[in-house]
């Protein structure tokens, strides 16, 4: 089965600095790549995601980036505020296939 | 429109007890998954079902089990149950679009065994 792999495990970063969560994924047959981010106590939230036949989407401060050929995508966020605190999931699956293998997770921590 | 609905929200069982979580997906998805969230496993893909079918199905024992309503509203069932299972069940709601599918998260229900 798929296996993701989330670096680092936790972020403490600066405000108004960029934050970078790295996913790798074993499965080369997966197309379909969100991240989720999910506050203490709350639902994972889906932020942004992206599929196999683009390399980068973009969406305000969040930015995403795939490298099929080296099964890697990263999740950029820029200009992070205290709000952004939170633990950040990547996920995989194949298009069709509904079922999503996840990471372990980033806890990032915004620094005022 | 809504969001996926799970009830209930917060519930505490005893050992050797079962439970009945439900889920009600956004309107117009036909496809209910299930997740089970704890701090040692992560979250972890239980199964799926589309149209009252389960189309696929994750590493957990017997005890574990689901169905899906004509209307697509989704239970999942824990029977005999243990302390390992207290987590955070998740229930997901899916619909595929032009591009692919998109799937989104309830609130969780937060079950303890005590």
């Known amino acids: 089965g798929e296996n993701v792999e989330q670096h680092p495990s936790t972020l403490s970063v600066q405000e108004g600095d960029s934050a970078v969560i790295k996913c790798t994924y074993s499965?080369?047959?997966?197309?379909?790549f969100p991240w989720y981010k999910q506050e203490l106590g709350k639902r994972p939230q889906l932020i942004i995601d992206?599929?196999?036949?683009?390399g980068e989407k973009k969406d305000q401060r969040i930015a995403v980036t795939l490298n099929k050929t080296a099964k890697h995508f990263s999740l950029h966020i820029t200009e992070t505020q205290p709000e952004d605190s939170a633990v950040y999931f990547c996920?995989?699956?194949?298009?069709?296939?509904?079922?999503?293998?996840f990471g372990a997770g980033t806890t990032v921590t915004v620094r005022a | 429109k809504a969001g996926v609905t799970q009830t209930p929200r917060y519930l505490i069982k005893t050992r050797g007890q079962q439970v009945t979580l439900s889920c009600s997906p956004i309107?117009?998805?036909?496809?209910v998954s299930w997740y089970q969230q704890t701090p040692g496993q992560g979250l972890q893909f239980l199964f799926e079902?589309?149209?009252?079918?389960?189309?696929n199905k994750g590493n957990f024992p017997g005890r574990f089990s689901g169905r899906q309503f004509s209307n697509s509203r989704s239970e999942m069932n824990v029977s005999t149950l243990e302390l390992g299972d207290s987590a955070l069940y998740l229930c997901?709601?899916?619909?595929?679009?032009?591009?692919?599918?998109?799937?989104?998260f309830g609130e969780g229900s937060w079950l303890t065994v005590v």
């Open positions: 996920a995989a699956s194949r298009s069709n296939d509904y079922k999503l293998s």
């Open positions: 079902y589309f149209s009252e079918t389960q189309r």
């Open positions: 992206i599929r196999s036949n683009v």
């Open positions: 997901a709601s899916s619909f595929s679009g032009a591009t692919g599918n998109t799937i989104y």
């Open positions: 499965d080369s047959a997966s197309n379909y």
């Open positions: 309107s117009g998805h036909r496809s």
